[in-house]
C-alpha cells in the first residue's frame, strides 16, 4: 500500500484529471474510492491545509491509498505527487 500526497496548483486541475481518470466529464472530484486499472485505491479530498501561523499553504491537497504497487500508480497522479517528511494530515 502506497500513501499519495497529492498537491495540484488549484481545485480546477485536480477536476481536470478527476476526469481525465474516470472518464466522466462531469466528475467534480476524484472518487473516494473505487477500483483504476485493477488496483483499489481511497481518496481524501483536503482542499487547502494552513501551517501553524494560519497561512494557506500552495495548491489544492489530496491525499489517497494506493493498494497496488508503487509503479502501477497512473501517469495522471504521479506528476502531482510530493513526498513530505511530516505530512500535516494523515490516514488514521
Known amino acids: 500500500m502506497t500513501p499519495l500526497y497529492l498537491v495540484f496548483p488549484d481545485q480546477a486541475a485536480a477536476v481536470a484529471v478527476a476526469r481525465a481518470i474516470s472518464g466522466n466529464p462531469d466528475a467534480e472530484a476524484l472518487p ?3 477500483w483504476l486499472a485493477g488496483v483499489y485505491y481511497n481518496i481524501c479530498e483536503i482542499g487547502v491545509i494552513y501551517d ?7 495548491g489544492w491537497h489530496v491525499n ?4 497496488g504497487e508503487p509503479e502501477t500508480i497512473p501517469a495522471a497522479l504521479r506528476q502531482f505527487m510530493t513526498f513530505p517528511e511530516t505530512p500535516r494530515v494523515v490516514w488514521g
Open 32 to 34: 473516494a474510492d473505487g
Open 64 to 67: 489517497g491509498l494506493w493498494r
Open 52 to 58: 501553524d501561523q494560519g497561512a494557506a499553504l500552495p
